[in-house]
């Protein structure tokens, strides 16, 4: 909250009145008094009276020809009176102080021995000092307003004003010096009828204020030259709420019991409401839950009954301010909880990911340009006899003859060197292999 300026306050003051019923023959009257007081000695009052007659719940003025008002003042004097349609007023100046009592009766004006039809009286306070009282005002925003009892807010411009109360004018032409003496020792002499200042911290204060008043007007000297007036009001400053902080799980499980701790950062006394939806609510006409805290934390508590997403709505406010937060609160469903979703997803994401790069990896180690020699074994899968057949005729040849045949030196020798150089030695044990180039 902060001043920047400062306007004209509306003030007023709530004149003393007395209405008293009463039934006379088959009508019900009504009759009204008030006045203007209380004033200073040597100034005027003035009193009024209204007579109305009552009808069920509504009531209608009487008729002024037919109704007669007798007042009773002593001993004040009677400077002017007056009458028209159902009102009577006089005007009354008194040079001493007291409360003197005035009455007012009402007659029938076509019977004036008869019984009054209605009664009634009031009092009029004449004092001996200045009349009038103080007021502390703060501007909030683009608009200036007063607060009822006092209540204002630190850290912003109080502006404290005197309000005289004059309706004889008997001031019209005097001049005034003011004294004010704040709580904290500071004491400002001014000739206006206010003044600035600014409460940097909460508590109470009282201000006090010395009016005096220096008469011009002849006409009034003869009372006093000088006229005086001691005027005190006690202020209360409270910190505007600044912030809401509310500390507890944002995340929980149904069926339990959850506690949330509001921490306000404004001055006590204060009135927290709170209430928890699926949505954000401003509470402004939502029935909520209200506390009165003289303190600044509260604790509260409530229960899960669904899964879902919930707000936590929260407005604080005290004499001088009002504040509204928020809170999210996840409420998941009992015994399952999101790291069992999202671990298998991670796991899931975490495998495909691995298999994409090992395939690209097993695609690039092997490009077109290279070529691989593929070894292509020729088996033969005939069976053994088919072998046997295939080879050359082997003859028996006795053992004399074969020693004969390597040793001989005949014919016969030569030609089994050329049948033993072209006929292998052994059986070949495997089958020639066979390369392909791919």
Known sequence: MASSSVTPVIHCFIFLTAAVSSTFGHESYLLMVSSDGPITSGAEATVNASLLIANGSSSLVADPGLYHFHWIYNPLWLTHRSQRESNSSITLQCENPGAYPISVLVTERRCSTCEPIARNTTELQVTRGIVGRLTASQADGNGTYERCGFVLATDSSVVLSFLLHDPSNIFKSATFTYKWILDDRTTVLTSDPFVHHNYSSPGNFKVSLLVTAHLHDVNYQRHSERKSGNFTAMLTLQDVIRSITIAGPRETTTGQNVSLSLHIFGSPPLTVCWLIKSDCVSLEGEDCHPLVINGTVVIIKHHFRSAG??????????????????????VNSTGVHPVWFVLPCCAFIAIAIGFIFYTLFRAGSHSPQQKSLVEVADFDFSPVSEKYEALPEYKEIPAGNLCCSYCGGDSSSEEGEQRGETRPLLHPSYTPTRSYTL
């Open 309 to 330: 997403r919930y707000c936590l709505s929260v407005k604080a406010q005290n004499e001088v301010s009002k504040l509204i937060g928020h809170q999210s609160i996840m």
